[in-house]
């Protein structure tokens, strides 16, 4: 339902901008899976669709306006996957319900217990200290070592040709 959702999503702001692509019909299936994997097993398939629709279309956003961002970042991992799994998780603290997984679940900040969008925010914080040190911790050594960035020469000739 996520996929479907996220598809329908980002085909529907691609032909009201004019223009339909196969890579965002392609994308768009991704950031709903992406949105809805940290409230699996925690939330009616309704909320389900709210979580897809609404991450797809901020992920859709962000993608437009990401030449304003200045990293370098070839196939959209870090906005994909890293701002539609941050949304998703934040999403997860209001939505969930304890009658949807009795054994391990609980209400979020829609069905009374808001107590858990703070326990969200602190496993999303935790969660990007941790990316960012592990991913620290590869990178520094490895360019100290060989270098991780291309000449600047070889960027404006294209990778294809060099």
């Given amino acids: 339902a996520a996929a479907a959702t996220g598809l329908v999503t980002w085909v529907v702001i691609d032909a009201i901008r004019g223009h339909v692509s ?3 019909s392609c994308i768009g299936p991704i950031v709903g899976l992406v949105a809805v994997t940290p409230a699996c097993g925690f939330v009616q398939p309704g909320w389900t669709l709210l979580i ?4 797809t279309v901020v992920v859709y956003f962000l993608l437009l306006n990401k030449h304003h961002m200045h990293f370098d970042d070839t196939l959209d991992v870090a906005i994909v996957h890293g701002c539609g799994g941050i949304l998703g998780a934040f999403l997860t603290g209001l939505f969930p319900e304890k009658s949807v997984n009795l054994k391990d679940g609980v209400d979020g ?54």
């Fill in 109 to 162: 900040a829609f069905y009374g217990r808001p107590i858990q969008l703070w326990y969200q925010i602190a496993g999303i914080l935790t969660a990007i200290g941790f990316a960012a040190a592990c991913t620290a911790g590869i990178l520094f050594p490895l360019d100290w070592i060989m270098g991780i960035r291309l000449a600047k020469e070889d960027e404006l000739d294209g990778l294809d040709l060099t």
């Fill in 22 to 24: 196969i890579s965002g």
């Fill in 52 to 55: 897809a629709s609404i991450t």
